[in-house]
C-alpha cells in the first residue's frame, strides 16, 4: 500500500529564509499530490495541489515540485515569516480509484522565527 | 457562507459509552470524507460517504463504528462502546464532487476523549 514518508523533525528556520519540506511516497506515482497547512487545534487546510504531469506549480510565496522518478514532491516556502510557523502535511489519492479519499504523511513542524 | 462545520468540538466519554460527531458540509457540497487523527500521527481516511449513501468505508473499523449522510441533515460517524483507544481528533471534510480536480476543506474536528 502507498505510504509517505515527511520528515518528522521541526524545521527551524530565520524569518525570511527559504522553507524546504520533503514529502516522499513508496509505491505507486498518483495522479496528484497535495499540500495542506495545519495549526495546533485546527483542521488541515489547502494550500495546492500539482498534477503528475506538473513540474512545478506556485502560488505566492509557495512553490511545489513534483518529481515521479524520485517518488518525491518539495514544497517551498519563500521569504519565510513567523506567520508561517505550522504543520504542513502532504496529501496523496489513497488508490487509484479517483474519488477523493486520500492519505497524509505525519506532517513536518515549521518553526519561523524572528 | 460558513465553512465545514463540526458539532461538538470536545467530547469527553467514559468507556462503554457511544460518542455522535456531526459533521455539516458546505453549502453545496455532496461529498463527505471523515478522517481520525491520533497523537503523533498522520490522519487517516475512514469512510466517504454521499447524500444516502456509504462509497467507501474501507478504513473504518467494522466493530462499533458507522457513518450516514442523509437526505436532510449532517452526516454523522457513530461510535459505540467507546474505549480508550477511540481518543482521537476527528475530522470531517467535503467537497463539491469528487476526484482530482476537487479541492477538500476540511472543518475544525472533534476531539474526543475517552476516560
Known amino acids: 500500500s502507498q505510504k509517505i514518508e515527511q520528515n518528522s523533525e521541526a524545521l527551524n528556520i530565520q524569518e525570511g529564509k527559504t522553507a524546504t519540506l520533503t514529502c516522499n511516497y513508496t509505491?505507486?506515482?498518483?495522479?496528484?499530490l497535495q499540500w495542506y497547512r495545519q495549526d495546533p487545534g485546527r483542521g488541515p487546510v489547502f494550500l495546492l495541489l500539482i498534477r503528475e504531469n506538473e513540474k512545478e506549480k506556485r502560488k505566492e510565496r509557495l512553490k511545489v515540485t513534483f518529481d515521479t522518478t524520485l517518488k518525491q514532491s518539495l514544497f517551498h516556502i519563500t521569504a519565510s515569516q513567523p506567520a508561517d510557523s505550522a504543520t504542513y502535511l502532504c496529501a496523496l489519492p489513497r488508490d487509484s480509484s479517483n474519488t477523493g479519499k486520500l492519505i497524509f504523511g505525519q506532517g513536518t513542524t515549521l518553526q519561523v522565527k524572528p | 457562507n460558513a465553512g465545514v462545520m463540526q458539532n461538538p468540538r470536545h467530547l469527553v466519554r467514559r468507556r462503554g459509552q457511544e460518542a455522535r460527531l456531526r459533521c455539516s458540509p458546505m453549502k453545496g457540497h455532496s461529498h463527505v470524507y471523515w478522517y481520525r487523527q491520533l497523537p503523533e500521527e498522520g490522519l487517516k481516511f475512514m469512510v466517504y460517504?454521499?447524500?444516502?449513501?456509504?462509497?467507501?468505508e474501507s478504513g473504518m473499523p467494522k466493530e462499533r463504528f458507522s457513518a450516514e449522510f442523509p437526505k436532510e441533515g449532517p452526516s454523522i460517524l457513530r461510535i459505540q462502546q467507546v474505549v480508550r483507544g477511540d481518543s482521537a481528533a476527528y475530522f470531517c471534510?467535503?467537497?463539491?464532487?469528487?476526484?482530482?480536480?476537487?479541492?477538500?476543506?476540511f472543518g475544525p474536528g472533534t476531539r474526543l476523549l475517552v476516560l
Open positions: 471534510a467535503s467537497s463539491q464532487t469528487s476526484g482530482s480536480k476537487e479541492t477538500q476543506y
Open positions: 509505491n505507486y506515482s498518483p495522479a496528484y
Open positions: 460517504l454521499q447524500k444516502e449513501n456509504i462509497i467507501d
